[in-house]
């Protein structure tokens, strides 16, 4: 049974920046829990995570992680594609807004956290032809550092210290290691 959508979510994807911004705030908040609306929206989110407006792709890709935090079953997996390839997005802010975000797919539960772990260790190795890739690293690191304070695993861990290693800069290798002391 899905819940009813609340009003905002037609702001969402309207061309009013200012309402457009109260329903992502309200949204967003919403969303740090479990909401009876997911269902409902889901599929349309997920659909506006290749909208011609990089504004747009960020929303949808900040709040289908919001979502997948709360979702039991895998359908997350599928989607992963879609939001790995948000995180490469011509506008940094965009790519950069979603990968900040994806953390919070791994708390969904064990399987939904290996596959994104398993689609951020594609993501790291990838950021190294990048014009941005040292940020790139970077949050990848914080963002396993976030996730592994909600979520003790000692392979989220591991994954952080693979990508720290292997930073052939070594001002920027110390700077990752921080988000771990």
């Known amino acids: 049974m899905t819940g009813t959508i609340p009003a905002g ?19 967003m ?19 506006h995570l290749t909208d011609s407006d990089n504004h747009n792709r960020a929303i949808a890709g900040q709040l289908l992680c919001n979502l997948a935090a709360h979702e039991a079953g895998d359908r997350i997996l599928g989607e992963l594609p879609a939001l790995i390839t948000v995180t490469k997005d011509p ?11 994806l953390w919070k797919i ?33 949050d990848l690191v914080e963002s396993l550092r976030r996730l592994h304070d ?8 591991a994954l952080a210290e693979e990508i720290i290693a292997a930073e052939p800069d070594a001002k920027y290798q110390k700077k990752y290691a921080r988000f771990w002391r």
């Open 9 to 27: 979510y037609a702001h969402l994807w309207g061309t009013d920046r200012q309402q457009q911004n109260a329903a992502y705030d309200a949204l």
């Open 91 to 101: 506008r940094f802010v965009t790519a950069r807004h979603t990968l900040r975000s």
């Open 150 to 157: 909600v979520v003790a695993d000692d392979a989220v861990r």
């Open 29 to 47: 908040a919403a969303t740090e829990e479990a909401v009876p609306w997911a269902d409902a929206v889901w599929d349309d989110v997920k659909d």
């Open 106 to 138: 791994g708390l969904a539960g064990e399987r939904q956290r290996h596959g994104l772990l398993d689609a951020l260790g594609t993501r790291y190795r990838d950021s190294f032809d990048e014009k941005n890739g040292t940020l790139v690293r970077s």
